[in-house]
């Protein structure tokens, strides 16, 4: 009985620890998604942390690794665009450093090269702005979750793309056991879960009388 209980105690630290471990990992990847993990109560909910358990880990470290670069990729394309622009507005008075750095790469001779031929073929084409795209606002989360036994990603910021990850993201923790990461299927008997068979018998779920949706993929 002492053992039983000792052993118990370790697992649930080791557990812990790996769920600690994991959510520092989310935070230290994604500083800027999870800005606000430390913020008062009166401000975010993700002081609470993450609220479901580590199976699904890998699916919220996909989720942000997609909205990051997402974010990034945008922040710098309109970035590029914005300094293409003044430089070129300092070609048209006469200035063709500013163009001429724009199109180096590097120290070597040839990008010097290559950078004084492109801009002389912008100004034989003549020197035009550029369309300045949107640049994605960044995602900020306020609260990560179960509900009804799956994921909910709650934040501010984002766009349509960002939607989309969040909503794909949503429809995998659906199959995905909470517990463990390995295939599950959601469980509608009490407490809405979604669990592998192990760990769906393991907290006394009837995996048999559930059929997984078969319908999902029929539309
Ligand atoms: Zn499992």
Redesign the pocket.
């Known amino acids: 009985m002492k053992f039983w209980c000792l052993s118990s105690i370790i697992l649930v630290h080791i557990k812990d620890s790996y769920e600690e471990r994991t959510r520092r990992i989310l935070c230290k990847n994604y500083p800027k998604i999870f800005r606000d993990r430390n913020a008062p109560m009166t401000h975010t909910a993700m002081c609470w942390g993450f609220e479901c358990s580590s ?1 699904w880990y890998d699916i919220i470290n996909s989720m942000c690794r997609a909205m990051q670069s997402h974010i990034d990729h945008s922040r710098n394309n309109r970035a590029r665009a914005l300094r293409y622009n003044r430089a070129v507005n300092r070609a048209m008075k006469g200035d063709l450093e500013p163009l001429t750095k724009y199109y180096t790469f590097g120290k070597g001779i040839n990008s010097r090269v290559y950078a004084e031929n492109s801009v002389k073929q912008e100004i034989s084409n003549g020197l035009k702005l550029r369309n300045v795209p949107t640049a994605c606002p960044q995602v900020i989360a306020t609260q990560v979750k179960e509900k009804f036994g799956t994921l909910r990603f709650y934040y501010y910021g984002g766009d349509d793309y960002c939607r989309g990850v969040e909503s794909m993201a949503e429809s995998m923790s659906a199959v995905t ?6 295939h ?1 299927k959601l469980l509608t008997q009490g407490w809405y879960r979604t ?6 018998k393991e907290q006394n779920y009837d995996w048999n009388t559930e059929e997984e949706d078969e319908d999902q993929t029929s539309e």
Do not use: P, R
């Open positions: 199976g056991c909470e517990e463990c990461g390995n599950g669990l592998c068979e192990i760990h769906a």
